[in-house]
């Protein structure tokens, strides 16, 4: 079973799912789009992420969260919301700037 990682590089364009898969060729334009502090992209992997509870008996017996199950889903997710990011900036980047 590969080991989930959920990880960034801006500088080369990668997002990093797990120690098989790594997205390649993100455009600049896509990291730029910001939900508040954050770039869209950063927001998903964020959500994905495996939080482990601090309460044990949670942890035991209700934590059934395992990435792979979702692992397709977010990859489709990203390509569609770096689509989303590149083009919202492309238009923002034709809007005069507001005085």
Known sequence: MPKTNL??????????????????????????????????????LDQYKKKKPSDATIAERFNTYKFEDYKEEVIELLKRVTNVSVKTMEILNQMPNAD
């Open 7 to 44: 990880r960034t590089d801006k500088a080369s364009g990668t997002i990093e799912i797990d120690s098989h898969t790594t997205l390649t060729g993100v455009p600049a334009h896509a990291w730029e789009y910001k939900l508040g502090n954050r770039s869209a992209l950063e927001w998903i």
